[in-house]
């Protein structure tokens, strides 16, 4: 089974960039959907971005089209999150999880990484 770890999260001024790296241990990163999550305090968890393992096609929240690239490199077991033009309101915790094709829901994830936008 793999296991995430997330890092890159910090504090940043409205406008600025963030890239977040989501490492992965195990065997078989190519073979998992990877996506990015966020949750803000006192709202529920929301779905950001994802990618297949081909990389060939990825899938954004409408907040995060055009200011956000989710990306992966497999020869790294790393998928990552290019955050440009931040607002304050994508400050929360940031989430990588993972799933294989044939499942529904991301069965696995990361610890959460702090992104902070202040205005």
């Known amino acids: 089974q793999v296991q995430l770890v997330e890092s890159g999260g910090g504090l940043v001024q409205a406008g600025g960039s963030l890239r977040l790296s989501c490492a992965a241990s195990g065997r078989t990163f190519s073979s998992y959907i990877m996506g990015w999550f966020r949750q803000a305090p006192g709202k529920e968890r929301e779905f950001v971005a994802s990618i297949p393992g081909s990389g060939s096609r990825t899938s954004y929240a409408e907040s995060a089209k055009g200011r956000f690239t989710i990306t992966r490199d497999n020869a790294k077991n790393t998928v990552y999150l290019q955050m440009n033009s931040l607002k304050p309101e994508d400050t929360a915790v940031y989430y990588c999880?993972?799933?294989?094709?044939?499942?529904?829901?991301?069965?696995?994830w990361g610890q959460g990484t702090q992104v902070t936008v202040s205005s």
């Open positions: 999880a993972a799933r294989k094709s044939i499942l529904l829901k991301y069965d696995c």
